[in-house]
């Protein structure tokens, strides 16, 4: 009970009011508004939690100042950055793939780019012509040291190493060839062919028995999966089918060898054999230079095809078609019927073709003109 004065004041019975202030009087209506009278202290005190009031709003603001994190505030702050950390990483994931997408779709152009063709030089030039010489000729050997002595002139020209490589494989130095070939590789120069020369490497050591010791795979399985590659990006190149098929009838694979060697022939082209482009060249020579006189029917027999269609060639120049239709039948005995057309069909001719004495002939079925390729 409050206790009364003796001048009419009201005091509380609270201990901790035992100030000597006078306690304010709160009506029902003012403490369930949470509105006191008073004084301005007062009122700071009420926001702040003293005894004998409930906070109000502006008194809860002032106590989450003083550092409390209540439990739903900590969660919402973690949600926060759990979404900031998440999406950073959504970002960076898609800047990565972005990346990737981009320097795959530019690899082919950053590669073209990066291989500079160097042609040769006029001394080196010779030296090619002199090593493919003794290629044909049946020297590797002697095709090989002449690369190599290029290689000491001028080194990086395009594709050296993969000619040295090659003349070395048939000179059966394969440590050279595969030195030669790895370096092609690295400088992208010829790399298809030179794969797969390799892989033909490793087949032959393996076939003639050498050590095989760090290889744990068949050398006749990694070959076949060369030709095949190499076939289908080359879909016109015979020559891989000829390989492929001496590499199974090495291994007792007639029938298969049979079917690609099939497939070889189909895909050959006679404008590249050595008696066609050789016969061309002399067709050609003649055009810029004719021939003094027209050689001998004596040595018609010892004559080669290629001989014998430029001896035809010079006996027109020289108005004597007896001759040159003789010498027409012995280049005949030594191309094919397709290989002959096409060398009859020779603008070198074409001046001679309507002669009354040699137009039967240029006109017959056996020398009908046959598309040229282009």
């Given amino acids: 009970m409050d206790q009364l004065h003796s001048d009419g004041s009201q005091s509380s019975p609270n201990p901790g009011s035992g100030d000597g202030k006078q306690a304010e009087f709160i009506s029902p209506d003012e403490w369930k508004t949470g509105r006191r009278r008073g004084s301005t202290q007062s009122g700071r005190r009420e926001g702040a939690g003293s005894r004998g009031g409930r906070p109000n709003a502006r008194g809860r603001r002032r106590g989450n100042r ?29 800047g990565f793939m972005a990346g990737q997408q981009s320097r795959a779709s530019f690899v082919p152009s950053k590669q073209t ?26 020297h590797p050997k002697k095709a ?6 290029i290689l000491e002139t001028q080194p990086s020209l395009t594709g050296l190493n993969y000619l040295i490589g090659r003349a070395a494989f ?13 370096r092609s590789l690295s400088r992208k120069e010829m790399d298809e062919e030179a794969r797969l020369l390799l892989a033909v490497i490793h087949l032959s050591q393996s076939s003639a028995g050498a050590a095989q010791g760090s290889r744990f795979s068949d050398p006749l399985t990694d070959a076949e999966s060369e030709f095949r590659r190499f076939s289908v990006s080359h879909p016109a190149d015979s020559a891989v089918y000829y390989q492929w098929a001496e590499a199974l009838r090495s291994r007792g694979s007639y029938r298969t060898a049979a079917e690609l060697l099939h497939k070889g022939f189909l895909r050959s082209d006679l404008m590249s054999s050595q008696a066609f482009l050789s016969a061309k060249e002399i067709l050609t020579r003649l055009q810029n230079e004719p021939a003094k006189e027209v050689p001998s029917l004596s040595g018609i ?19 004597q078609t007896t001759e040159a239709l003789l010498f027409f039948e012995r280049a005949r005995e030594f191309y ?22 040699m137009q039967s002939f240029f006109t017959s079925d056996r020398a009908d003109k046959s598309p040229s390729a282009p």
């Fill in 66 to 94: 003083t550092g409390k994190i209540t439990p739903r505030q900590r969660a919402e702050r973690l949600m926060i950055v759990a979404s900031c950390i998440l999406l950073l990483a959504l970002a960076a994931l898609a």
């Fill in 113 to 138: 780019e990066s291989v500079e063709f160097v042609q040769a030089t006029a001394g080196s030039e010779a030296i090619l012509d002199e090593a493919f010489s003794e290629l044909g000729a049946g």
């Fill in 144 to 149: 090989l040291l002449a690369f190599q002595k």
């Fill in 170 to 182: 048939q000179a059966r130095e394969f440590s050279i060839a595969e030195e030669a070939l790895q």
């Fill in 301 to 319: 027999t010892s004559m080669s095809g290629e001989l014998a269609i430029g001896a035809a060639l010079v006996a027109l120049q020289h108005h």
């Fill in 336 to 357: 094919s019927p397709t290989a002959f057309r096409e060398l009859i069909s020779d603008s070198a001719f074409d001046p001679y073709r309507t002669d009354p004495k």
